[in-house]
């Protein structure tokens, strides 16, 4: 007969993973029950219930401050710098943001608020590109609080500057980005 034949084992062997599938579940709920703020029981159900009203409350949290982001750029004053001409958009009153593009490498666009200039550049990959960008924006009077650089493929950066103005910075905007896009070529 092809019956199969039960192994003494495999009962065991149900239980242990029994086991272990409870007690993953088990720390699960441990791990959810330190993410969620403010549960007075730490059952089963007032932790799902707790989770459930922290995920809501989070998307109503996440929806307000994507409608306030979006507020706030229909706002915000921008200048683009295209080769030779400059389009000024919006009525912001201390931010300003400013970009130096055309069809090829380098692209420099960028912004100044309270105090601080982002600088976002994609250009061809150099030896000491890095180095000769953030002693030019040291040359502007900026101090560089931060820098990140991501190759794009095996030819690009993508390099991020955020600089915070100093005593004695002059340049407008506009001027950042076309002493950085003219270090670039």
Known sequence: ?????????????????????????????????????????MDKTSVLGGAIK???????????????????????????????????????????EVSSVDSSLPEVVGRISDGHVLLVIHCEIQKGVLANLVKQVENLNLTVISTNVTSFGSLALDITILAQVEKGFAATIEEVVRILRSTLS
């Open 1 to 41: 007969s092809n019956a199969r034949l039960r192994q003494p084992s495999q009962p065991y062997d149900h239980v242990l993973s029994e086991k272990k599938r409870r007690q993953r579940l088990r720390q699960r709920f441990l791990d959810l029950s330190a993410i969620v703020p403010g549960l007075e029981k």
């Open 54 to 96: 922290y995920l809501k409350y989070l998307q109503e949290r996440a929806k307000f401050l994507e409608e306030k982001v979006t507020n706030h750029q229909n706002t915000e004053s921008t200048v683009r710098v295209r080769q030779t001409h400059i389009t000024v958009t919006g009525d912001g009153e201390d931010e300003e």
